[in-house]
């Protein structure tokens, strides 16, 4: 199998995976908006492969769902794309040229704070559209709703992006799907900080949720 035919290959099975973990995997979490995993398996996308290829998995992704899951139409479409592509593009094209760790955290924490800001302007501009609600009503929800679950979905993210790259890409490097790295491992001891820093934040979001649904 060619070069070509294995990213080819890679791509589709990332996108098989972001629409899979997308329909079993959507939580509830404040008025009409949930929050589910498909921006962590897209980001991973676009961190081995690039932006453009984020935005492909992303754009393919979102179009299945709309056709599927999705009871949202045309107009959850368009937000799903503009909500990931504002994250996983963002974070990959940022580690697309600092492929350090440092890269990746300053790429995630940019994905994150870009997502917030852009998912805030279109809310106000599409959800009185979609909802039917005067968009000063709309304008209301912005702070105490739309702003933290934005932040909070981009933290689950982050922390997940971190989590799961390198056991994804170690295992698509076993595969023989992608090729080996060429730059030298980081020392587990910075590996195992990643880890207990991610684990935090995804802790500290859950219980978020979970507070959010008065579960707690």
């Not at 060619?2 to 972001?18: D, E, F, G, V």
């Not at 045309?74 to 974070?91: D, E, H, K, P």
């Not at 934005?150 to 090729?179: D, F």
């Not at 207990?196 to 978020?208: A, P």
Request: a positive charge.
């Amino acid at each position: 199998m060619n070069s070509k035919m294995k990213k080819l290959t890679t791509l589709a099975m990332l996108s098989a995976i972001a629409y899979v973990v997308m329909a079993v995997g959507r939580i509830p979490v404040v008025l009409f908006l949930k929050y589910d995993p498909k921006d962590v398996i897209i980001t991973i996308g676009g961190f081995i492969f690039g932006p453009l290829s984020a935005f492909a998995i992303s754009l393919l992704v979102s179009l299945i769902e709309m056709f599927t899951v999705s009871d949202t139409g045309f107009i959850g479409f368009v937000m799903n794309v503009i909500s990931t592509c504002s994250f996983a593009c963002t974070a990959a094209y940022i580690y697309e040229r600092k492929r350090t760790l440092k890269g990746a955290i300053i790429g995630l924490i940019s994905g994150v704070l870009l997502m917030t800001g852009v998912m805030l302007l279109w809310n106000y501009l599409i959800t009185p559209i979609y909802l039917g609600y005067p968009r000063e009503a709309v304008a209301k929800m912005l702070i105490p709703a739309f702003l933290p679950f934005n932040l909070l979905k981009g933290g689950l993210n982050a922390a997940l992006t971190m989590l799961l790259y390198k056991p994804l890409v170690n295992s698509l490097r076993r595969s023989n799907l992608i090729p080996p790295s060429t730059q030298s491992k980081p020392k587990s001891k910075i590996n195992i900080g990643v880890m207990l820093v991610s684990g935090l934040i995804l802790i500290t979001c859950l219980l978020f949720i979970l507070a959010l649904n008065g579960t707690i």
